[in-house]
């Protein structure tokens, strides 16, 4: 093995800790990818958990720190997602990761930079008055990481970049709606203030035990809102390679399912925290590979009109 072969080995093997800590979901639907794709997706995954964990003060999700010296942190993470990208020699193995695989699979350093702009949404306390100002904010945190992947698995085709965004979006709509209680309790609420306004909340009462009928209400908005976008995004993961779109719709049945746990719980949904059991993700893996192996389409139908779309997508 030559030097750039066991750096690359070391990095992977360091990102693939990372994602074993951090997120066992992405973990379980990443062994689906054949070995080149999965080495890059948990590379970028690696990046992106340590861009989340350095601004919020924590080690993979846990035990954050405090807002003291966020901006000065966000500012570094962007300086080094730059030299990253400009081919300059990192230090930090997550943003080496980045470097790899960004040059690699021509990820452009626009949709990292915009997925940067997501956590600054989180640290300048943005205010979210309308649906088209959480799907931007949608968009930052999760949907340009939906086209980077979709970059990894080797398509350029913009409608199929523009459908992995829309997997993001729902993916984030889900987490908002499964999310909403412990959010609001640390001063994070994404729901519209339109929305609160009609059923008669404020952002001081969002966390009261006595607002969870109302809560429950939101929630399936959320969840309903999510719908298109992951009906989207099922028609995008045929254009992927079979192994891609196994993890894929893989990943899009088990998130999906979150959400309709969350409605089926109504008012008790934030009682604990909802999430799949390793039954129901097998079930999906099996499903999703069913998807995978059926015939492709010869043309997909066009993405609606109606969707949100980011001017950058």
Not at 21 to 38: I, M
Not at 173 to 184: F, G, M, S
Not at 223 to 237: C, H, K, Q, T, W
């Amino acid at each position: 093995m030559n030097d750039a072969a066991a750096d690359r080995a070391a990095i992977v093997r360091a990102a693939a800790e990372t994602i074993a800590k951090g997120s066992n979901s992405f973990a379980a639907a990443a062994r689906l990818f054949d070995a080149e794709t999965r080495a890059d997706a948990i590379m970028l995954y690696a990046w992106c958990r340590h861009c989340d964990d350095v601004v919020d003060g924590q080690t993979l999700g846990h035990g954050a720190t405090g807002a003291s010296g966020v901006p000065e942190r966000l500012a570094e993470l962007e300086r080094e997602t730059r030299r990253a990208f400009a081919g300059e020699r990192v230090g930090q193995p997550a943003f080496r990761a980045l470097q790899l695989v960004a040059e690699r699979r021509g990820i452009p350093l626009a949709l990292a930079l915009d997925h940067l702009d997501g956590f600054r949404m989180d640290v300048d306390g943005r205010v979210y008055e309308s649906v088209p100002e959480l799907l931007d904010y949608c968009y930052h945190v999760a949907g340009v990481v939906g086209a980077m992947m979709a970059l990894i698995m080797g398509t350029h085709d913009p409608d199929v970049l523009r459908r992995a965004c829309d997997l993001g979006l729902a993916f984030q709509l889900t987490n908002i709606a499964r999310d909403i209680v412990p959010d609001a309790e640390v001063g994070r609420i994404y729901l519209p203030r339109q929305w609160l306004r009609e059923v008669g909340l404020t952002p001081e009462t969002l966390a009261d035990p006595a607002a969870r009928g109302k809560l429950a209400v939101l929630a399936k908005r959320l969840v309903d809102l999510a719908e298109p976008y992951y009906a989207s995004a099922r028609i995008g993961v045929d254009a992927l390679p079979r192994r891609s779109s196994w993890a894929i719709a893989t990943a899009l049945g088990v998130y999906r399912e979150i959400g309709l746990k969350v409605v089926a719980r109504g008012a008790a949904a934030w009682d604990e925290r909802v999430s799949t059991s390793g039954a129901e993700k097998l079930r999906n893996v099996a499903g999703a590979g069913l998807v995978a192996l059926k015939p492709r389409r010869a043309a997909s139908p066009p993405r609606p009109a109606a969707l949100w779309t980011h001017p950058a997508a």
